[in-house]
């Protein structure tokens, strides 16, 4: 059973910055790509950045390119997002899954809620 648990989030001034972790299970995780999505109050899931299995390629979104950096340890099966300069217009639940731009899986973990206010 496929199972995916983000981390990390919480409440950050603009300009501040987050790491967030997912940490995956019931598949094989380093035969995968893996992505992170955002899903803001009132809008649908959006696309933020994938990194392919052996985490030679990287590809974000335009509203994160320069700010926010994805990265992954095979060993530990997790996946990170590091987040800085972090704006209003970040605040979203976060969210993982396996897959090179678009979601694999149709299970979903909880998120992890990262919100950018002063």
């Known amino acids: 059973q496929v199972q995916l648990v983000e981390s990390g989030g919480g409440l950050v001034q603009p300009g501040g910055s987050l790491r967030l972790s997912c940490a995956a299970s019931?598949?094989?995780?380093?035969?995968?790509?893996m992505s992170w999505y955002r899903q803001a109050p009132g809008k649908g899931r959006e696309f933020v950045a994938t990194i392919t299995s052996a985490g030679g390629t990287k590809t974000y979104a335009d509203s994160v390119k320069g700010r926010f950096t994805i990265s992954r340890d095979n060993a530990k099966n997790t996946v990170y997002l590091q987040m800085n300069s972090l704006k209003p217009e970040d605040t979203a639940v976060y969210y993982c899954n396996a897959g090179y731009l678009q979601p694999k899986y149709d299970h979903w973990g909880q998120g992890t809620q990262v919100t950018v206010s002063s």
């Open positions: 019931g598949f094989i995780f380093g035969d995968n790509a």
